[in-house]
T-cell receptor, first 116, second 121 residues
Framework: AQSVAQPEDQVNVAEGNPLTVKCTYS??????LFWYVQYPNRGLQFLLK??????LVKGSYGFEAEFNKSQTSFHLKKPSALVSDSALYFC??????????????FGTGTRLQVFP | EAGVAQSPRYKIIEKRQSVAFWCNPI?????LYWYQQILGQGPKLLIQ????????DSQLPKDRFSAERLKGVDSTLKIQPAKLEDSAVYLC???????????????????FGPGTRLTVL
C-alpha cells in the first residue's frame, strides 16, 4: 500500500538559514511525488512535483526537492528561509504504475516556523 | 485564471443534521476531487470525478456521504446524517485532465479550493 511519512511535526529555523522538511514514501511502483503548502484558512497550494528525470526539482517561491530512490525520500529544501515561508507543508505520493486513479496519498504535514 | 471556488466557507451543525457543500472547479478542468482533512492529518480522498463519472469513491462512507457532478462542471457533496467525527475541512480540487498511464508523460497537479470548515456539535 502507498504511504507517506513526514517524521517531523514542526521544523523551526531562523530567517536566512537553509531549511529542510523531510518526506519518505512507500509505493509498489515508480513514485510520483508532490509538495503542497497550506497557509491558514486557505487551500493547499502546489509547490513542485517529481515525475521522472532530474532528481533535483525546482518549484515555486525558491523551493526545491531532491528525489532519492535508494532512500525513498523526497525532502523539501530552501537555501535561505523567509518569515513568510511559515506554513504547513504536505508531501504527497501517487503510485505511477499500479494506480488506476489520480489519488494522492498525503503525509500528516510539517509545520514550518521561520523566526526573524 | 479564477481558482477553485467552494461554499460555504464555514458551517456549524448539530449531529444528525444534513449539510451540503458546493464546488466549482477551474474552467476546463475535467477532473474533480473531494478530500476530507481532519485536524492534524493530511487530506484524504473521498471521491474523484472524471467529467460527470465517478472514478474512485472507495473511501467515501456511502451510508451517509453522497456526491454528484451531474453536468460535469460543479459538484455537491452531502452528508446525511452528520456525526461528530465528520468535523473536518472539506477540500475540493480540480485538475486539467486525468493523469493517464505511466507513459503519458503528463501528470497534472491538483488545484485546491479554500475548503469548507465543518463543525458538528
Amino acid at each position: 500500500a502507498q504511504s507517506v511519512a513526514q517524521p517531523e511535526d514542526q521544523v523551526n529555523v531562523a530567517e536566512g538559514n537553509p531549511l529542510t522538511v523531510k518526506c519518505t514514501y512507500s509505493v509498489s511502483g515508480n513514485p510520483y511525488l508532490f509538495w503542497y503548502v497550506q497557509y491558514p484558512n486557505r487551500g493547499l497550494q502546489f509547490l513542485l512535483k517529481y515525475i521522472t528525470g532530474d532528481n533535483l526539482v525546482k518549484g515555486s517561491y525558491g523551493f526545491e526537492a531532491e528525489f532519492n530512490k535508494s532512500q525513498t525520500s523526497f525532502h523539501l529544501k530552501k537555501p535561505s528561509a523567509l518569515v513568510s515561508d511559515s506554513a504547513l507543508y504536505f508531501c504527497a505520493v501517487r503510485d505511477g504504475v499500479s494506480s488506476n486513479t489520480d489519488k494522492l496519498i498525503f503525509g500528516t504535514g510539517t509545520r514550518l516556523q521561520v523566526f526573524p | 485564471e479564477a481558482g477553485v471556488a467552494q461554499s460555504p466557507r464555514y458551517k456549524i451543525i448539530e449531529k444528525r443534521q444534513s449539510v451540503a457543500f458546493w464546488c466549482n472547479p477551474i474552467s476546463g478542468h475535467a477532473t474533480l476531487y473531494w478530500y476530507q482533512q481532519i485536524l492534524g492529518q493530511g487530506p484524504k480522498l473521498l471521491i474523484q470525478f472524471q467529467n460527470n463519472g465517478v472514478v474512485d469513491d472507495s473511501q467515501l462512507p456511502k451510508d451517509r456521504f453522497s456526491a454528484e457532478r451531474l453536468k460535469g462542471v460543479d459538484s455537491t457533496l452531502k452528508i446525511q446524517p452528520a456525526k461528530l467525527e465528520d468535523s473536518a475541512v472539506y477540500l475540493c480540487a480540480s485538475s486539467l485532465t486525468r493523469t493517464g498511464t505511466r507513459t503519458s508523460g503528463i501528470h497534472n497537479e491538483q488545484f485546491f479550493g479554500p475548503g469548507t470548515r465543518l463543525t458538528v456539535l
